[in-house]
């Protein structure tokens, strides 16, 4: 776009310490940095987002209301599952009970004054990746404190979560069966964490439930769907769906099969889809208990089949025009994942070991070691080697006479190695493809500096050179 010649944008990445080829991917700081040199502006733009797949919801003119979708959270033992199961297991619609209860990580529920969304996803990570994936489902977190216990180390952090990802809180104090519920004491703990419940003046809802007895769960079920109103929840039936992926499986008939969490529009059978870095089309549409479905609306959950891989809790599936469009954009996406993926794993250098040393992320250091003469290199290794402690072992994966060669620099791209050149000065291809690979090779005309190096790097002491 900038209308170089290639060997001009080659020539100034030189310039700027960067031995690059024409098929080189730049990062975005980078390409920021060269298109300012050509007196250009660069802008990272989302991926494929808006002009391919045309959506944009707060636009749309048909905006509904739409049910709350729900997480339960809390402390190990408080509860959660069990309240989790009573409502399961008291909202099968009669005449519906024949079907069989599925486990799909979420499951929707109809109370008297609306509908209600729940993830059952187990533990907090899926939750976690689908926070890193920059998708929020939840509109509501049921924090759930048992009545006999008190506010415990992930009861707190559910309150930090939902503070920070600013997703409000609906207090369940269960277990109210137990003669020892000690409510009050809860709610006192509670706003000592800032929880401020309405029975305290606070505008956070507190309900006293149990799942053994189903004390206070209607009230419950109420407070939630109620709160679509409070929220003003609202999503376009008519759009093209969108949703996440709540969880996901290989299954060895079916093939990858997917809960998804429509979040807007409606997801229909024959849908075509992308869906992270896959494609697909919607062959099939499963609710909880294991019902065909034709369609799923706005915070449905649904077990849909028709992926060409398994996706990842927390993906994005959007629906396309086409296969074709959806094909492509998975390929471009995997690709760029391949590229992301590879970056990452080959950047290996003395001075990122040292971070991983200190973070104590790393436990090894690989190393291939290359003088000018045979005395030298057995020297060299025969110290390095002593160097490893109890936090990191140092292994000589290769000692050698002569110039680095093609084949040093793929094992130590593969085995994560970083190369000592001693009393060696490493050609001009020979660079080109270190920096090709992510390899670093460092060059020293001392022994007692590459000791020096290598044994401030395993003991996380190493000072980043420039
Ligand atoms: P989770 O780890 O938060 O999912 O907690 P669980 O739902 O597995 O419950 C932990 C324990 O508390 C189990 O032994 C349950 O039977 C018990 N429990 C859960 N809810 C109630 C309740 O409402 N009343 C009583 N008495 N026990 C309960």
């Given at each position: ?267 229909h059978i024959g849908d075509p ?8 089309r919607v062959r ?22 028709g ?160």
């Amino acid at each position: 776009m900038m209308d170089q010649m290639p060997a001009r944008v080659i020539a100034k990445c030189m310039e700027m310490g960067m031995m690059v080829t024409i098929n080189a991917r730049l990062d975005f700081e980078t390409i920021q940095v060269l298109a300012d040199e050509f007196g250009y502006d660069a802008q990272l733009m989302e991926e494929y987002e808006e002009e391919v797949l045309g959506v944009d919801d707060s636009q749309a003119e048909d905006l509904e209301p739409r049910h709350p979708v729900v997480t339960v959270m809390g402390h190990v033992d408080h509860g959660k599952t069990s309240l989790l199961d009573w409502i399961r297991k008291t909202h099968v619609v009669s005449g519906e009970s024949g079907g069989i209860t599925q486990h799909i990580g979420a499951y929707e529920v109809t109370t008297s004054v609306g509908k209600v969304t729940f993830l059952d996803t187990p533990g907090h990570e899926a939750f976690s990746a689908m926070r890193a994936r920059g998708s929020q489902v939840t509109d509501v977190i049921v924090l759930v404190v048992a009545a006999d216990s008190m506010v415990m180390p992930q009861t707190v952090e559910s309150i930090e979560l939902a503070k920070r990802e600013k997703v409000p809180l609906v207090v369940a104090i269960t277990k109210m069966d137990l003669p020892t519920a000690n409510p009050d004491k809860i709610r006192a703990q509670l706003a000592e964490r800032g929880v401020e419940v309405e029975q305290w003046g606070g505008n956070v809802s507190c309900i006293e439930v149990s799942a053994r007895t189903g004390e206070g769960m209607q009230q419950l079920l109420e407070t939630l769907a109620l709160e679509a109103e409070v929220l003003e929840l609202k999503a376009s039936k008519s759009a093209h769906a969108r949703g996440a992926v709540v969880e996901s499986k290989l299954d060895a008939g079916k093939g990858s099969m997917a809960t998804i969490l429509v979040q807007n529009g409606t997801l229909h059978i024959g849908d075509p889809f992308v869906c992270g870095v896959y494609a697909g089309r919607v062959r099939a549409m499963f609710d909880d208990r294991g019902k065909q479905m034709k369609s799923a609306g706005p915070s449905a959950p649904c077990q849909v089949l028709g992926f060409d891989g398994t996706p990842q809790a927390g993906d994005e599936l959007t629906v396309v025009e086409d296969e074709k469009t959806a094909r492509e954009i998975a390929s471009k996406r995997r690709m760029a994942a391949r590229e992301r993926d590879l970056r990452a794993r080959k950047s290996i250098s003395l001075e990122s070991t040292y971070e991983g040393v200190k973070n104590g992320t790393i436990s090894e250091l690989n190393l291939i070691i290359k003088a000018d003469v045979g005395g030298s290199s057995e020297a060299i290794a025969a110290s390095l080697e002593k160097l490893s402690n109890s936090e990191v072992k140092v292994n000589i994966i290769r000692k050698g006479v002569g110039a680095i060669t093609d084949s040093d620099i793929l094992l130590a791209s593969t085995s994560q190695a970083v190369i000592i050149a001693f009393h060696l000065m490493p050609s001009f291809s020979i660079r080109e493809m270190a920096q090709k690979e992510g390899v670093q090779i460092k060059n020293y005309r001392i022994i007692y500096e590459i000791i020096d190096d290598i044994k401030n790097t395993v003991e996380g002491l190493l000072k980043p050179t420039t």
